[in-house]
């Protein structure tokens, strides 16, 4: 298990080596991983969370897969300033939601199978006065004030709130060490600080031993966050991101990083990803690699058919496929990506192209139908007056514009 991890970039830190490895031998363990509802859906930096826990069930571990209707409530601290606080209503919706994605992928089935819990369930009912005998004594305050996060805040200010954070995290893991066994909690490398107190909780309350490992923060060649666009976050709810812009975002992926992603965030064998990165060198135009990705990561979070349909839509928009194949949804937030535009009449092919920002100006719009390098639909069009509705408009409503052979958009008659 922990080959195929580190084979795959996947541990940034952990506790000793040795002891992890003899414990994942002598197995099945039961491990955790928590997720805080501060919004309601999960993105993939989450999604790479989940998949670590699925690696661990798939090789026979036992998962508790927690939601933090208590934590959620807090938000843990951020290096940029105080989180906004969300109702009580609000949290316990998303704890919701947020159960029913995490669901998706893990199984509740057989010896090993995965465990919901809600840390609300033993801090709702606990009181001040036993939370600071019991948890709040094991913490010394100089060792939380050296934490980075925190340390990083002390000018600007923290609330006692974040700042008492990382007791209730801690708490997390020692009250899962006695209900369950938990002897392990996977994250994050953010996550570290809070993850090894927990482990030094189980030791100072109970005696126990517990591990813990921490997956690397993913990024981009440039060193920026990855799961971040100029269209922003890139959601597992396919109401905020949509399949064929979550496709997108992993079609987009930048040669230099995509190996790591498949070994990352698909469970295709290494040796197998090796040898398409080695054709992927070879042909890097043929963007082999990030095919082979956004097929494989789509497929997983968002099922085989919605992962056909993105395909079929990014060939379609580009004339190497029929429009009228594609669901009119999937056409839809495509050319929302796109960066179609809203109107409210029928415009003519020179106002659709520059609605659609193909082109700066009507001049500039009428050039590229004079020079034939103007579509409606994957057709040439010839006449810069023509305007576009009846046949001309998808579903009633769309139409596809396209200058040249790359640059796509479209338009959207809101009638």
């Not at 004030?145 to 990382?166: C, N, P």
């Not at 594609?326 to 029928?346: F, K, W």
Request: proline share 4%; net charge negative.
């Amino acid at each position: 298990m922990l080959d195929d991890l580190e084979a795959r970039g996947l541990i940034a830190h952990s506790t000793d080596r040795d002891a992890l490895r003899a414990a994942l031998d002598d197995g099945p363990i039961t491990y955790y991983v928590g997720f805080d509802p501060t919004a309601p859906s999960l993105h993939i930096g989450n999604l790479l969370q989940i998949l670590t826990a699925r690696r661990l069930q798939l090789a026979g571990h036992r998962p508790l897969m927690l939601v933090g209707g208590s934590t959620g409530l807090i938000g843990d601290p951020k290096e940029s300033g105080e989180r906004s606080m969300n109702s009580r209503d609000t949290v316990a919706a998303w704890v919701e939601r947020i159960r029913e994605q995490v669901s998706r992928f893990m199984s509740f089935e057989g010896d090993n199978a995965a465990t919901m819990v809600n840390n609300l369930d033993w801090t709702e009912g606990l009181g001040t006065i036993d939370f600071l005998r019991d948890i709040g004594k094991h913490f010394p305050v100089n060792r939380m004030l050296a934490r980075d996060v925190v340390s990083s805040r002390l000018e600007s200010g923290i609330s006692y709130t974040e700042f008492s954070y990382v007791l209730l995290q801690s708490m997390d893991f020692l009250e899962l060490h006695r209900r369950h066994g938990c002897v392990l909690q996977t994250g994050g490398s953010d996550q570290w600080g809070n993850i090894t107190a927990g482990v030094e909780l189980i030791r100072r309350a109970d005696g126990g031993k517990a591990h813990a490992l921490a997956t690397p923060l993913i990024t981009k060649a440039g060193g920026t966050k990855f799961g971040k666009t100029e269209s922003g976050t890139v959601w597992l709810d396919p109401d905020r991101t949509s399949p064929y812009a979550f496709h997108q975002s992993w079609i987009q992926a930048e040669d230099s990083k995509v190996g790591e992603y498949l070994k990352q965030f698909t469970f295709v064998p290494v040796d197998e990803i090796d040898a398409l990165m080695a054709e992927h060198a070879e042909k890097p135009g043929l963007r082999l690699a990030q095919r082979r990705l956004a097929a494989e990561v789509t497929s997983l979070v968002h099922g085989e058919a919605e992962t056909r349909a993105a395909e079929l839509a990014a060939q379609a928009l580009f004339g190497r496929g029929e429009l009228t194949d594609l669901p009119i949804a999937t056409l839809a937030a495509a050319l929302r990506e796109a960066g179609a535009a809203e109107v409210d009449e029928p415009p003519t092919v020179v106002d659709a192209l520059v609605a659609g920002g193909l082109v700066d100006s009507r001049s500039a719009a009428r050039r590229a139908v004079a020079e034939g390098g103007a579509y409606v639909n994957n057709v040439r069009v010839d006449d810069p007056d023509l305007r576009l509705q009846g046949d001309l408009l998808l579903d009633g409503e769309w139409a596809v514009l396209r200058k040249g052979k790359r640059s796509v958009s479209g338009v959207r008659v809101a009638r």
